[in-house]
């Protein structure tokens, strides 16, 4: 029933830029708290940058000044701005969803920063 779509992952070279989107089909989108998450090869998984309800938003420290996260509580979407890629950027990237209740996340999608 509940389901968060992933897109826009690819291979890109250092310096270059991407751009997620999610796609949720969460009934009450704008209550939710909304965040995108990666898990690089051989490491545990990390908040990259989240956007609360209210519309505030915060970011791990790695990637600030080169991300940016929004969200659309029309279309249901979150998008996740990728700018600068580096490396140590490259991981699978999951979209994540914070209700009252529980969250919810995404299948991920593969980001691959390389020359």
């Known amino acids: 029933q509940v389901q968060l779509v992933e897109s826009g992952g690819g291979l890109v070279q250092p310096g270059g830029s991407l751009r997620l989107s999610c796609a949720a089909s969460?009934?009450?989108?704008?209550?939710?708290?909304m965040g995108w998450y990666r898990q690089a090869p051989g490491k545990q998984r990390e908040l990259v940058a989240r956007?609360?309800?209210?519309?505030?938003?915060n970011y791990a420290d790695s990637v600030k000044g080169r991300f940016t996260i929004s969200r659309d509580n029309v279309k249901n979407t979150v998008t996740l701005q990728m700018n600068s890629l580096k490396p140590e950027d490259t991981g699978v990237y999951y979209c994540?969803?914070?209700?009252?209740?529980?969250?919810?996340w995404g299948q991920g999608t593969q980001v691959t920063v390389s020359s």
């Open positions: 994540n969803a914070v209700g009252p209740r529980r969250e919810y």
């Open positions: 956007v609360i309800s209210g519309g505030s938003t």
């Open positions: 969460l009934s009450f989108f704008n209550i939710y708290d």
